[in-house]
T-cell receptor
Framework: SQQGEEDPQALSIQEGENATMNCSYK?????LQWYRQNSGRGLVHLIL?????REKHSGRLRVTLDTSKKSSSLLITASRAADTASYFC?????????FGRGTSLIVHP | GAGVSQSPRYKVAKRGQDVALRCDPI?????LFWYQQALGQGPEFLTY????????KSGLPSDRFFAERPEGSVSTLKIQRTQQEDSAVYLC???????????FGEGSRLTVL
């Protein structure tokens, strides 16, 4: 199975700033998904981008996908303290989504 | 409820005890996954069901781990003779199809003393 790896491992910013985190994966994919996990909670799906898409927006989220580089980025614009969480990318290879270690984002009010 | 429900939310077991963790997926969801998440790590795949069929159990760490989904709905993850290294959060997720969005439960936090 494949595994996405997120970087940076930790990111600390001020409210209002943008946050960018990256994901790299190893083999070809049908789609790539981003999830958020608040401390002590389950993961929540944020956005799915298909392999034939290059960019996708959802509210303050912008996801890009570069299949030639096997990488994706998640941009959160105008961050809020409530965005503090861990963010994971998931790459469903043979129907089993696998996750990296995540990026821990702290947004200071 | 409308979401994935897991129980118990917290379980403390003495080393050597057996535990059973339950997952109620969203009604009608075909796919069901179990993941194990250690502190500060990402979810690690354990096993996958498509309806009642267990299609992949390659992530189960030992033969002490067993999962079932007999009627294609509720699933149970059983851990026999628990060890300290089994301490983790066990996450269940369901999906309407086979390659799309996963819906996660809140997890069951297992602490083995």
């Amino acid at each position: 199975s494949q595994q996405g790896e997120e970087d940076p491992q930790a990111l600390s910013i001020q409210e209002g700033e943008n946050a960018t985190m990256n994901c790299s994966y190893k083999t070809s994919i049908n789609n790539l998904q981003w999830y958020r996990q608040n401390s002590g909670r389950g993961l929540v799906h944020l956005i799915l981008i298909r392999s034939n898409e290059r960019e996708k927006h959802s509210g303050r989220l912008r996801v890009t996908l570069d299949t030639s580089k096997k990488s994706s980025s998640l941009l959160i614009t105008a961050s809020r303290a409530a965005d503090t969480a861990s963010y994971f990318c998931a790459t469903p290879g043979s129907y089993i989504p696998t996750f990296g270690r995540g990026t821990s984002l702290i947004v200071h009010p | 409820g409308a979401g994935v429900s897991q129980s118990p939310r917290y379980k403390v077991a003495k080393r050597g005890q057996d535990v059973a963790l339950r997952c109620d997926p969203i009604s009608g969801h075909v796919s069901l996954f179990w993941y194990q998440q250690a502190l500060g790590q990402g979810p690690e795949f354990l096993t996958y069901f498509q309806n009642e069929a267990q299609l992949d159990k390659s992530g189960l760490p030992s033969d002490r781990f067993f999962a079932e989904r007999p009627e294609g709905s509720v699933s149970t993850l059983k851990i026999q003779r628990t060890q300290q290294e089994d301490s983790a959060v066990y996450l269940c997720a369901s999906s309407p199809g086979t390659t799309g969005e996963l819906f996660f439960g809140e997890g069951s936090r297992l602490t083995v003393l």
